[in-house]
């Protein structure tokens, strides 16, 4: 799961090239302020194939996706400010129509932690009691974000346990 939640912050693609790379360059230059001076040119030299390599890696990696022209997500349910109980239904609608194509992904998270992953227009999550913060946002089928982004947010109020109530179509 960690794996896609940072391709995901950088825009897509494996990040642990970049990892190593920026190690490589960080730890070559804490090294040349720490060692004696007849060894700093060989560190910084170590420093300077890690900056190289970390630049390199970067421009290789893909670029975040042009969000689709046009598109923007809305939460049909539950709407903001509403008092729910869990299983909270979140309702994504794509302007006043249903989420569009396929290959793409909304990532739901409240207070920030992403809580599902779903291929359709509607997920039910758990979630605690008290006020929260829920955000869904589009990304692809591979977990890139779009550039810009495309999300949405609204705060709920979830007051306990109840049943699962169907989510209302799209306005």
């Known amino acids: 799961?960690?794996?896609?939640?940072?391709?995901?912050?950088?825009?897509?693609?494996?990040?642990?090239?970049?990892?190593?790379?920026?190690a490589v360059l960080f730890g070559g230059a804490v090294a040349a302020m720490a060692v004696p001076h007849a060894l700093r040119r060989i560190c910084l030299a170590v420093a300077g194939v890690g900056l190289v390599a970390t630049v390199a890696v970067y421009v290789a990696l893909p670029s975040a996706p042009p969000a689709?022209?046009?598109?923007?997500?809305?939460?049909?349910?539950?709407v903001a400010g509403a008092i729910v109980t869990s299983p909270v239904v979140i309702r994504v609608c794509a302007g006043s129509t249903a989420l569009p194509g396929t290959g793409r992904l909304l990532n739901v998270s409240v207070d920030g932690r992403q809580v599902a992953e779903v291929d359709a227009g509607t997920?039910?999550?758990n979630v605690d009691t008290g006020t929260h913060t829920v955000r869904v946002e589009l990304v692809t089928s591979t977990h890139r974000a779009?550039?810009?982004?495309?999300?949405?947010?609204?705060t709920i109020t979830v007051s306990g346990v109840g049943p699962l109530s169907p989510p209302p179509d799209c306005p």
């Open 1 to 22: 799961m960690r794996g896609p939640i940072l391709a995901h912050i950088i825009g897509g693609g494996p990040v642990w090239p970049l990892w190593l790379t920026g």
């Open 68 to 78: 689709p022209a046009g598109l923007s997500l809305s939460i049909a349910a539950p």
């Open 123 to 125: 997920a039910a999550v």
């Open 146 to 154: 779009f550039a810009p982004p495309v999300l949405t947010d609204e």
